[in-house]
C-alpha cells in the first residue's frame, strides 16, 4: 500500500487540487474531509489509493444523484410533496456520516434548502386535501340529500319507475363518487353511508307496499270485470233488446277500475265483441227493416204526389176529404226505416196538413158553424182511427209481438196529437 495520498478525482464536488476532498493512509484507509477535520469513512486494503478513492467517491455521486432527482421532481411538480419529503428525509439520514467522498457539507445543504420547500409544499397539500375533502362532504351530502328527498314523497302519488331510474342514477354517482373522489374521514363515510342506505331502504319499502296495494286493486278489478264480461255474453240470445242491460254494464266497467293493461285489454276485447254482437243484431234487424221499406217509401212518394194538389184544391171540404184519406192510406202502409227517411216523408205531408189546416182556420173565423161541422167531422175520422188503433195495439200486445206493439203505440200517440191540434 502506498503512503497517504491526497487525491481530487474527476467528480463534482469532490474537492480541488489545494483542497481534495478524501485521502488514503499507507493502511488503505480511505477519510473525507469535513468541517471538524477528517473522518476515517472505510477501507479499500486491496486496491490502489486512486481505486479507493474512486469507489468512495462513486458512492458520494450516488447519493448526489438521488439529491438531484428529488430537487428535479420538486421543480417539475406532480409529485406528492409530502412523499418527497419522506424520501429526502431518509436521503439526508444517508447523507449524514454517509461513507463517501465528497462535499457532504453542501449536500446536506441542499437536502435542508429541499426538506424547507417540501415542508411548505407539504402543508399547502394538507390544506389543499382538507379543501378537496370539505368539497367532497358536501357533493356526497348532495346525494344523501336527494335520496332522503325520494324517500319523503308521498308514495300513493309519486311515479313509481321515474323514482327508481333516479334513486339507480343517485346510486351510481355514489359509487363513482367513493371512486374518483378524495377519500372520507372514516366517521363521516359512515354517517353519510347510512342516510344513503336508509332512504334507498324507505323508498324500496314504499314501492313494495305500492305494487303489493296495486295488486290487490288490479285483483279485485279483474274479478269485477271478469264478472261483467261474464254478464255481457250472457245477454247475447236477447239481441238488440238487451242493449240498455249492457249500457248498464258498460256504466259498472267504467266504474271498476284498473286490472293492469294487459288484462284490461284482453277482458275489454270480449266485453266489448259481446256489445257488438247485440249492435249488431240491431244493425241486421234495421237493414232489414229498410229493405222491407224500400215498398212502402215508394208507396208515401206516390201518396205526396197525390196529396200536393190538395194545396190547390179550391173546395175546402173536398181537400179535407182528399187529405183525410191520404192520411188514412198513409197511416195503413205503414212504418218506415230508417227513421229518419220515415221523419223527412212525414214532414212532407205535414206540410200540406198545415196548408189544409190553415185555410180551414180561416174559413171558421168567417163561416163558425161550417168550421165546427168540418172540425167534427176530422174529429170523429181521428176518434175512429184511435179506436182502431187501441185495438191493434191490445191485439199486438196479446201476440207479444214487440215490433207490433212499437208501432201502433207509436201511430195512435200520433193521431191522438192530430185530435188535440183540431180540439177533440
Known amino acids: 500500500m502506498t503512503a497517504a495520498t491526497d487525491h481530487t478525482p474527476d467528480q463534482p464536488d469532490t474537492g480541488t487540487a489545494s483542497e481534495p476532498w478524501g485521502r488514503v493512509d499507507e493502511d488503505g ?7 471538524e477535520g477528517w473522518r476515517v469513512v472505510g477501507q479499500y486494503p486491496d486496491g490502489t489509493a486512486d481505486e479507493a478513492l474512486a469507489y468512495f467517491t462513486r458512492k458520494f455521486s450516488d447519493l448526489a444523484g438521488e439529491v438531484a432527482l428529488l430537487e428535479v421532481r420538486h421543480r417539475r411538480g406532480g409529485a406528492s410533496a409530502s412523499d418527497l419529503r419522506h424520501t429526502a428525509v431518509t436521503v439526508r439520514e444517508k447523507v449524514s456520516g454517509a461513507a463517501a467522498v465528497g462535499n457532504l457539507a453542501a449536500l446536506t445543504t441542499r437536502l435542508d434548502t429541499l426538506l424547507a420547500a417540501l415542508e411548505e409544499a407539504t402543508a399547502g397539500e394538507a390544506q389543499a386535501a382538507k379543501a378537496a375533502v ?13 335520496a332522503e328527498a325520494l324517500a319523503a314523497r308521498d308514495p300513493k302519488s309519486v311515479q313509481w319507475k321515474q323514482v327508481t331510474t333516479e334513486l339507480n342514477t343517485l346510486f351510481e354517482q355514489w359509487q363513482a363518487h367513493q371512486q374518483n373522489a378524495p377519500r372520507l374521514p372514516k366517521s363521516v363515510s359512515q354517517q353519510l ?3 344513503f342506505r336508509d332512504a334507498r331502504s324507505t323508498v324500496e319499502k314504499h314501492r313494495r307496499a ?3 296495494e296495486l295488486d290487490e286493486t288490479h285483483k279485485a278489478a279483474k274479478d269485477a270485470k271478469t ?4 254478464k255481457a255474453e250472457a245477454l247475447a240470445p236477447r239481441g238488440e233488446d238487451a242493449i240498455p242491460a249492457y249500457r248498464d254494464l258498460l256504466d259498472d266497467w267504467k266504474a271498476a277500475g284498473r286490472a293492469g293493461k294487459r288484462v284490461d285489454d284482453a277482458l275489454w276485447a270480449r266485453f266489448k265483441a259481446a256489445g257488438d254482437a247485440l249492435y249488431g243484431a240491431r244493425v241486421e234487424r234495421e237493414s232489414v227493416e229498410a229493405e222491407e221499406s224500400l215498398g212502402r217509401i215508394e208507396a208515401k212518394k206516390a201518396l205526396l204526389e197525390r196529396a200536393r194538389p190538395i194545396v190547390d184544391e179550391k173546395n175546402l171540404t173536398a181537400a179535407r176529404q182528399q187529405l183525410t184519406a191520404v192520411q188514412r192510406e198513409w197511416d195503413e202502409i205503414g212504418r218506415i226505416f230508417p227513421r229518419d227517411r220515415e221523419r223527412a216523408l212525414d214532414d212532407d205531408l205535414r206540410k200540406i196538413e198545415q196548408s189544409v189546416r190553415t185555410r180551414e182556420d180561416s174559413e171558421w ?3 163558425e ?5 168540418r172540425a167534427n167531422d176530422m174529429t170523429r175520422q181521428l176518434t175512429d182511427a184511435i179506436e182502431k188503433l187501441e185495438s191493434e195495439l191490445a191485439e199486438a200486445e196479446a201476440r207479444k209481438d214487440p215490433r207490433a ?3 201502433a203505440r207509436e201511430a195512435l200517440e200520433a193521431r191522438k196529437a192530430w185530435l188535440r191540434a183540431v180540439g177533440g
Open 29 to 35: 484507509n480511505v477519510s473525507v474531509r469535513e468541517a
Open 134 to 146: 370539505d368539497e367532497a362532504v358536501v357533493e356526497r351530502t348532495a346525494l344523501v340529500e336527494q
Open 193 to 195: 353511508w347510512t342516510r
Open 210 to 212: 305500492f305494487y303489493a
Open 227 to 230: 264478472k261483467l264480461v261474464e
Open 365 to 367: 173565423k168567417r163561416n
Open 369 to 373: 158553424p161550417e168550421t165546427t161541422a
Open 405 to 407: 206493439v212499437k208501432e
